[in-house]
């Protein structure tokens, strides 16, 4: 195995998880002893250096990039030279970005699955193609270093490394609990964040993917730190790596919370055409309807300010003991405080529990404590190193045993 080459890192994207990340790597000199900074464009990478500076006195090099144009992105990668690429730009950079680390010879870590533009559809598969190409280049590229996906495979990875032999079921527990006092806003991409959840709903079941339509399984569910909420049943895309990891899973399932008032205004967004992603003529060229939406809806990084409240996820896995006491149920997860993320980096928890598990995968990786050659998941790695590090660095969790397996 190789070691990385260098702990410089080269950060592309320069919006709300960006910004979480580069704080705390630059919060974190010992690791991270050299930070770049580069995005479509600059003045958002500037403004996130003169945050760093102002909070903590480090100087961030930063550029504006097209990360879509693969010989502009090695050519920036080579005057660098770090050893890590992380990729915190939108899901349809993965690719381009994959290629340039690729030809100029540095690892690669990001916090989303591939999604090519014209189809709403995001899958592990073209990322995964990477696998012989990495391994060949003695390269290692780590996928999906966020909260969800990130740290809740590598949540299921503890308990099943700890506390379970097998896991029989899983459900996986998305509560943003947070008031930003908007009408309609998303707390990340708001382009990304509508595409997921209008896609059709699906879950893993006894061997196959059961879809149902969007937002149709509806559960209540009262969160420690938020209170009951309505969560619905979605397909995220650590359920696709979550079973092919533990391929003993009978039942996998995705939830996420919405407010009723977000699903009014998305249900009339959608009915009127608003979230299409098929172009239309619009005096005289064509737009993408949901793209002109995202760039009407408030910034998310904007949000930050005036969101209160708790963002509270984890994992409820049932299956057999590792002490052979029989079945046993397991919940594991974090609540983090919008207003303390907000005091700490500037931006809102959903950026936040984002950001920090980025910073520590790239931290685990420029270490050499996470290795490896080719494309990897979270569920592939040691989670003891990053469930540690999620405990000093902003994302404390806490694990207790349930009396029985959850009954929705
Ligand atoms: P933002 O939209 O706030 O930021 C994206 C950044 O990428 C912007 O600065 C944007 O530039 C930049 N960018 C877009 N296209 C290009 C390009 N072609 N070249 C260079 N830079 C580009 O998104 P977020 O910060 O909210 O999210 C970042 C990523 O994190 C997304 O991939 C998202 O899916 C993922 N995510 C993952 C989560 C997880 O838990 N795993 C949860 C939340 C988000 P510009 O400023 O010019 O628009």
Not at 159 to 177: E, F, V
Not at 302 to 308: S, V
Not at 370 to 390: T, Y
Request: charged share 20%; with cysteine.
């Amino acid at each position: 195995m190789s070691p990385a080459k260098s702990s410089t890192v080269l950060v592309i994207g320069a919006g709300g998880v960006s910004s979480v990340c580069v704080h705390k790597m630059a919060f974190n000199p010992e690791i991270f002893p050299e930070i770049h900074l580069a995005s479509r464009t600059k003045a958002k990478c500037d403004a996130i250096a003169a945050s760093v500076k102002a909070r903590c006195g480090r100087d961030i090099a930063t550029y504006e990039i097209d990360a879509e144009e693969v010989p502009a992105m090695v050519n920036l990668i080579r005057k660098v030279q770090p050893g890590l690429v992380v990729n915190l730009a939108l899901p349809y950079q993965d690719l381009p970005i994959m290629e340039a680390c690729l030809a100029a010879g540095v690892d690669y870590l990001d916090t989303a699955n591939y999604e090519p533009k014209d189809e709403a559809k995001f899958e592990y598969k073209w990322q995964w193609a990477y696998h012989d190409r990495f391994r060949e280049a003695g390269l290692m590229a780590l996928l999906g270093s966020g909260f969800d996906p990130g740290v809740t495979s590598v949540f299921t990875m503890w308990l099943k490394k700890h506390k379970l032999k097998t896991i029989r079921q899983l459900d996986i527990l998305d509560c943003n609990g947070g008031d930003h006092g908007q009408h309609f806003a998303t707390n990340f991409n708001p382009e990304i964040n509508i595409r997921e959840v209008t896609a059709p709903a699906r879950h893993w079941e006894k061997g196959q993917w059961v879809e149902t339509p969007a937002m149709s399984t509806k559960v209540a569910f009262d969160f420690e730190g938020v209170g009951q909420k309505n969560m619905y049943l979605m397909y995220h895309e650590e359920l696709e790596s979550l079973t092919r990891f533990v391929p003993e899973l009978e039942r996998a399932r995705f939830w996420m919370t919405f407010g009723d008032q977000y699903i009014n205004y998305l249900t009339v967004l959608q009915n009127v055409g608003m979230t299409s992603i098929e172009p239309v003529k619009f005096q005289g060229r064509e737009i993408i309807p949901l793209q002109f939406l995202a760039a009407v809806l408030p910034k998310p990084e904007t949000l930050g300010e005036t969101t209160k409240g708790n963002t509270n996820i984890g994992v409820i896995a049932t299956g057999e003991a590792i002490d052979g006491s029989g079945e046993k149920t397991f919940y594991i997860k974090n609540i983090c405080s919008h207003e303390a993320a907000y005091e700490e980096t500037g931006n809102q928890a959903v950026s936040y529990t984002t950001g920090v598990p980025a910073m520590i995968g790239a931290a685990l990786m420029v270490q050499n404590i996470w290795r490896g050659e080719g494309v990897f998941n979270m569920e592939q790695m040691d989670p003891d190193p990053f469930m540690e590090m999620l405990n000093r660095h902003g994302l404390p969790w806490t694990v207790e045993e349930l009396p029985e397996p959850v009954a929705f």
